[in-house]
């Protein structure tokens, strides 16, 4: 499968965004999905996670209650909205899909992994 992540920007904290990726193929249904991030100079971190099945969805405590991570199989798309936004969530994002059931926080889990794109919160 190949990824494509869109919807980075520049906002305000407070602010919202939604990132979406596109995936190609005709199994996408099958992949568990994961967002992670990697701010300059650090280490890159989980996110969120959903299933393949996408009723089952698992945050990093640091986003639980502002980002809500969502799939949507007929597209090959799997979205992150993101609500009051940081600085601290300033960092490159990331998706990536693993062949596994889905939810791991690791990422040597995941095997396909999209190019990133930039979310920058100004303060």
């Known amino acids: 499968v190949q990824l494509q992540a869109s919807g980075g920007g520049l906002v305000q904290t407070g602010g919202s965004l939604r990132l979406s990726c596109a995936a190609s193929?005709?199994?996408?249904?099958?992949?568990?999905m994961g967002w992670f991030r990697q701010a300059p100079g650090k280490e890159r971190e989980f996110v969120a996670a959903?299933?393949?099945?996408?009723?089952?969805?698992r945050y990093a405590d640091s986003v639980k209650g502002r980002f809500t991570i969502s799939r949507e199989d007929a597209k090959n798309m799997v979205y992150l909205q993101m609500n009051s936004l940081k600085p601290e969530d300033t960092a490159v994002y990331y998706c990536a899909a693993t062949r596994s059931y889905g939810l791991g926080d690791r990422a040597d889990e995941y095997a396909y992994w999209g190019q990133g794109t930039q979310v920058t919160v100004s303060s």
């Open positions: 959903i299933n393949r099945i996408g009723d089952r969805m």
């Open positions: 193929g005709r199994t996408f249904s099958s992949y568990g």
